[in-house]
């Protein structure tokens, strides 16, 4: 057995701590991990998390205590899991606009993505350009022609300034010659209100069975999908690409992430787990298919190589949007 009689005290420590980190990963987690999520509780992302927690605790005995950190275009998220002690013991489920846009849209942003460690990307969304019927406009190329000549009445309803339906909506006027004007709303809900009730004349909501069934009902129209395939729930609505203009490239994404600095052979067990989760058929259809996602399994340098190609795309989106906040 060697003796660590003579070495320095810094050495001992280091090789103490290479000697714990298998062991470590070997008996976590043994006590309930915090999740930071960045949107409230009750939405469609706060559901997939808690479905996630469940389906780590059938396989650890362990459970997610879900903590809901909205605020900030999902900046205050940010830094909490920034702040977090890099143990294992804080999960952060973050979104595209917080690590992909936010450091090309804020000036002064207390996080950079070095911040957090890549453990699995989990459900990219697409959104639907939805309508009032009393727009006169059946296509969007009809749209275009109308918000030109009624810019008054083309307001769109965004979930916040800086949010992706935001930086959207102003590429979509710089690409399509639309003149829409922007109407910022504090989430989901308070815009579908004002949607209904004529305030707004455009929304560019995730495909929600709540949306899926307005437009299929004819409660509403919708003209295309804000990505470049068309969605299994709504076939009939054309992609970006179809509609002349170039593809947008930026997805909307909800990743799991961990403090930067967080044992590797943790990250890697995370990202099994988390994989195995949400591959089940039964997982992705009541979580994620449902509330107009698509499933994505990745491991930890698959959804880190991404993310770097994400980051081009998200910058490109926030440059042409001309949009920049303090």
């Keep these: 057995m060697p003796s660590f009689r003579f070495l320095p005290g810094a050495l001992i420590a280091a090789l103490t701590l290479v000697s714990a980190a298998p062991l470590a990963a070997q008996t976590y987690p043994d006590h309930p991990i915090r999740l930071i999520v960045p949107f409230p509780a009750g939405g469609p992302t706060d559901a997939l998390a808690r479905a996630l927690g469940e389906g780590f605790r059938q396989r650890t005995g362990q459970l997610f205590v879900v903590d809901s950190r909205p605020g900030a275009n999902t900046a205050i998220a940010g830094q909490d899991c920034k702040a977090a002690a890099p143990d294992g013991y804080t999960l952060c489920m973050l979104a595209s606009t917080t690590l992909s846009v936010n450091p090309h849209l804020y000036r002064d942003l207390h996080y950079t993505p070095a911040d957090f460690a890549p453990i699995a990307n989990i459900a990219s969304a697409v959104a639907v ?53 922007h109407v910022p709303f504090t989430g989901f809900a308070p815009a579908l209100v004002a949607f209904d009730g004529g305030e707004i004349q455009v929304m560019m909501p995730v495909a929600i069975p709540m949306i899926i069934d307005r437009i299929r009902n004819g409660q509403a129209k919708g003209l295309f999908v804000v990505g470049d395939k068309r969605l299994d729930v709504l076939p009939e609505l054309p992609t970006i690409p179809e509609l002349g203009l170039p593809p947008i490239g930026f997805t909307v ?10 044992p590797k052979d943790i990250i890697e067990k995370v990202s099994a787990i988390l994989r195995d989760i949400v591959a089940d058929k039964a997982f992705q259809a009541r979580y994620i298919t449902a509330s107009g996602m698509v499933a994505v399994t990745s491991t930890p340098d698959a959804f880190a190589a991404f993310l770097k190609t994400d980051d081009a795309q998200a910058k490109a989106l926030v440059e042409t949007s001309g949009v920049t906040l303090n």
């Design 129 to 181: 350009f939805m309508v009032r019927n009393d727009v006169p406009a059946r296509t969007f190329a009809e749209f275009v022609d109308w918000s030109k000549k009624n810019p008054a009445k083309a307001n769109y309803g965004s979930f916040g300034v800086g949010g992706e339906t935001h930086l959207m909506a102003e590429w979509l006027n710089k690409k399509s010659g639309a003149d829409m004007t």
């Design 253 to 262: 994404w909800f990743g799991m992430f961990a403090p930067a600095g967080t």
